[in-house]
């Protein structure tokens, strides 16, 4: 049973660029939950999707951030024009339906450089 | 401001010591609690979650809550060179997004 699946594992960017980073969740999980390790920071939640839906993006900056999690398809971070504050750790993780508890597996992230 | 509070250690053990982890929340709406390990470079593994009062144990691990005291811990016995990481605290009050705390390190030394 493959685990959450995150590509690519590592991005270079120059200012201004844009950055795509996919995630495709576990087979049988539909909840899909974004999060950015800075350096020397917490992990922060971004945004909270199911299929077609986004639930809840209140950690999304307002500007520059976008997700999506389409009916065909990984799950799609676009980050616009990108900073060097940008730079970190971008994770993705997922939950199966209907869980009660809400446990939700990681997968191993992409670094994103930005120079 | 919905917090998580970890000592950020070092916490440094001996090969086969119990080490003890510690986190305090802030919002008594927290529903379901979990701790994650993290190695350096990788990312966060869970190997624990907990949701009503009292004790549960899994293998060398026991996590304790106490939601009147907006307190939980893990306990890792007989600890284990392999176990030296980051352990992160995260709890969930909508049964949503998880909020982490900082994380602490722990040392098992042979």
């Known amino acids: 049973n493959a685990g959450v699946m995150q590509n690519p594992r590592h991005l270079v960017r120059r200012r201004g660029q844009e950055a795509r980073l996919r995630c495709s969740p576990m087979?049988?999980?539909?909840?899909v939950y974004w999060y950015r390790q800075l350096p020397e920071e917490g992990l922060k939640f971004m945004v909270y999707?199911?299929?077609?839906?986004?639930?809840?993006e209140s950690g999304m900056p307002k500007e520059r951030f976008s997700a999506e999690f389409p009916k065909e398809g990984p799950s799609i971070l676009r980050i616009q024009q990108v900073v060097r504050g940008d730079s970190a750790a971008y994770f993705c993780?997922?939950?199966?339906?209907?869980?009660?508890?809400?446990?939700?597996?990681f997968g191993p992230g992409t670094r994103l450089t930005v120079l | 401001q919905k917090e998580v509070e970890q000592n950020s250690g070092p916490l440094s053990v001996p090969e086969g010591a119990i080490a003890s982890l510690n986190c305090t929340y802030s919002?008594?709406?927290?529903?379901?609690f979990f701790w994650y390990r993290q190695y350096s470079g990788k990312s966060p593994e869970l190997i624990m979650s907990?949701?009503?009062?009292g004790d549960k144990e899994d293998g060398r691990f026991t996590a304790q809550l106490n939601k009147a005291s907006q307190y939980v811990s893990l306990l890792i016995r007989d600890s284990q060179p392999s176990d030296s990481a980051t352990y992160l605290c995260?709890?969930?009050?909508?049964?949503?997004?998880?909020?982490f705390g900082k994380g602490t390190t722990l040392s098992v030394s042979s």
């Open positions: 993780a997922s939950s199966p339906p209907d869980s009660p508890i809400n446990e939700q597996f």
């Open positions: 087979k049988g999980h539909s909840h």
């Open positions: 999707l199911q299929k077609e839906n986004i639930i809840d």
């Open positions: 919002d008594r709406g927290s529903q379901s």
């Open positions: 907990i949701y009503s009062n």
């Open positions: 995260a709890v969930t009050v909508s049964g949503t997004a998880l909020i």
